[in-house]
């Protein structure tokens, strides 16, 4: 039995499909069982509630084998350390008592990162805890996602415009969601043991100025780039509800990423995550704008 979290989140959602398609013996936690589609929740076990909620999740693991984490990082947290440690913490605890042998988790590029990086920082102690169970554990380490532009649909719609607190001109990794699902899935569905963590760097390095003229060229428009003032990027986390701690944490996480944290990752293979920005703008976000 394989455990899937956030089956409804954009990686979680294709994991399950994955598993699905494999024809796995899966069960996922959801806040609201109503969401899945009935194809779906004809084929797989429902544990309804919060997976850092002790009960629900001690529940889910009952004769789970094999794990796929993935806290839902709320926006409106105390702060990052909270989203993704202390909501781990339950699991952590039922682990050892458990059926459990492989966990498959996401989290992020920039181990040894010398200062803070927010929700890295975080995501990072997250999989020490994780190791501390004894458990397999793989933890798949990723770039920034291509899919995080979706957020940013409005601005491209209506101002044409993307806006990041990023240089213009730094080539940064980037990885597409549904790479890092297929890899997720892969490692739930065969054979290994241990610890390790997998870099997922995506198959291209590439900066917003690149990024902006790939977008010109696949929405047929001229698409362009403005960097924003963490401020200015702190102040748009504010409007959406976000609490001061996250906002401070995004905040830590962008800098970083800006002056070199994503690319601290060892060597990787690249073809492993082989969906190209392009691609994944023809794919998605042009669908997702029309």
Same mark, same amino acid.
């Given at each position: 039995? #394989? ?43 429902? #544990?309804?509630?919060? &997976?850092?909620?002790?009960?629900? @999740? ?7 084998? /094999? ?8 926006? $409106?947290?105390?702060?990052? &350390?909270?989203?993704? =440690? ?17 966990? $498959? ?29 004894? =458990?397999?554990? /793989? ?35 980037? =990885? ?18 241990? $610890? ?17 003229? @790939?977008?010109?060229? =696949? ?28 906002? &401070? ?42």
């Amino acid at each position: 039995m #394989i455990l899937v979290t956030t089956p409804t989140g954009g990686i979680g959602a294709r994991v399950l499909e994955h598993l699905l398609n494999a024809e796995a013996s899966v069960r996922v936690v959801a806040r609201d069982a109503s969401k899945r589609s009935k194809s779906v929740a004809d084929r797989v076990e429902v #544990i309804e509630g919060s &997976h850092a909620d002790a009960a629900v @999740i001690g529940q889910a693991l009952d004769s789970a084998d /094999r794990v796929f984490w993935l806290p839902p990082g709320s926006p $409106v947290a105390p702060d990052a &350390h909270d989203a993704y =440690v202390t909501f781990s913490r339950p699991f952590v605890e039922a682990l050892p008592g458990s059926g459990v042998t492989h966990v $498959v988790g996401i989290s992020a590029l920039g181990r040894g990162w010398p200062g803070p990086a927010g929700l890295v920082s975080a995501s990072l102690a997250m999989d020490d805890l994780i190791v501390t169970t004894g =458990v397999s554990y /793989r933890a798949l380490c990723c770039a920034s996602l291509m899919d995080n532009l979706i957020r940013q649909l409005n601005a491209i719609r209506g101002g044409a415009a993307l806006y990041v607190p990023a240089p213009p001109d730094r080539a940064m990794p980037l =990885v597409a969601k549904a790479d890092v699902a297929a890899e997720a899935s892969r490692f739930l569905l065969s054979d290994w043991d241990g $610890v390790a963590e997998v870099p997922m760097p995506g198959p291209e390095d590439l900066s917003h100025n690149e990024m902006a003229a @790939i977008l010109t060229d =696949v929405l047929g428009r001229p698409i362009a780039f403005h960097e924003t003032p963490v401020p200015a990027f702190a102040e748009m986390l504010r409007g959406m509800g976000a609490s001061e701690g996250m906002i &401070h944490d995004y905040a830590a996480m962008m800098t970083a990423k800006a002056t070199g944290l994503d690319e601290m990752a060892p060597s990787a293979p690249r073809d492993a995550s082989p969906t190209t920005f392009r691609s994944w703008a023809e794919a998605e976000l042009r669908p997702a704008l029309a």
